[in-house]
């Protein structure tokens, strides 16, 4: 399965992007990149996914390298209710989530 | 629109009783069921997935197992619970759309084993 690899925690000051990377340097050709994120105590909530284009919808960017190792969720402007754990994850159907990275909005 | 349901919100347990958790999904057909657990301040470890009826893979061996009698029903379920068990407990489902797989979590039941 394809691992992926994301720092454990990263602060943002609000109003400013937050960009959170994820590593998946063996991910196959046919595999898609899905950001999820986790409020405390609720359900992982999903954000965007992306194959090898760049994506952008309400919640986020998704900018992903050409050689796919590798991917940036990009928050534009971040809030304090953006705090939460964000997940990558590459491997679809068993979806094995990793430590994510817990993202702390500053005022 | 799909819907999915996880009961109850909150349960307490004592040690050695039996647990139940119940997933439903309504507004898709054959989807890919999932169950994971959180303990405290930890990440999401996945304990089952199911891709069809009766199909069941088992990610961590303990003494938790699942069952799908139904397309739509996926059930945890346990003999007898260990202090170990508690925590939050999550179901999601993902079905294949357009080429790819979009998945969506339940809000959750979080288990008190005491």
């Known amino acids: 399965d394809a691992k992926t690899t994301q720092p454990p925690s990263m602060d943002c000051a609000e109003g400013r992007a937050a960009n959170l990377p994820c590593n998946h340097s063996?991910?196959?050709?046919?595999?898609?990149v899905y950001w999820y994120r986790q409020i405390h105590s609720q359900g992982p909530q999903y954000i965007i996914h992306?194959?090898?284009n760049n994506e952008t919808n309400e919640m986020a960017s998704l900018i992903i390298t050409e050689d796919r190792k590798s991917s940036t969720l990009i928050l534009p402007h971040a809030t304090l209710r953006d705090t939460a754990v964000y997940y990558c994850?590459?491997?679809?159907?068993?979806?094995?989530f990793g430590a994510g990275t817990r993202l702390t909005v500053k005022p | 629109s799909q819907t999915i349901h996880q009961w109850p919100a909150t349960l307490v347990q004592p040690v050695g009783s039996p647990l139940s958790l119940e997933c439903t999904v309504e507004?898709?057909?054959?989807?890919?069921l999932y169950w994971y657990r959180q303990a405290a301040g930890r990440g999401l470890q996945l304990l089952f997935y199911s891709v069809g009826i009766g199909q069941i893979s088992s990610e961590v061996p303990q003494n938790l197992s699942a069952s799908r009698p139904q397309d739509r029903q996926f059930i945890l379920s346990s003999k007898k619970l260990l202090l170990s068990d508690s925590g939050f407990y999550l179901c999601?489902?993902?079905?294949?759309?357009?080429?790819?797989?979009?998945?969506?979590f339940g809000q959750g039941t979080r288990l008190t084993v005491v």
């Open positions: 507004g898709t057909s054959n989807p890919n």
């Open positions: 992306g194959l090898k």
């Open positions: 999601a489902w993902s079905v294949l759309l357009r080429g790819n797989t979009e998945a969506f």
């Open positions: 063996t991910i196959s050709g046919n595999e898609y």
């Open positions: 994850i590459v491997r679809v159907p068993n979806m094995r």
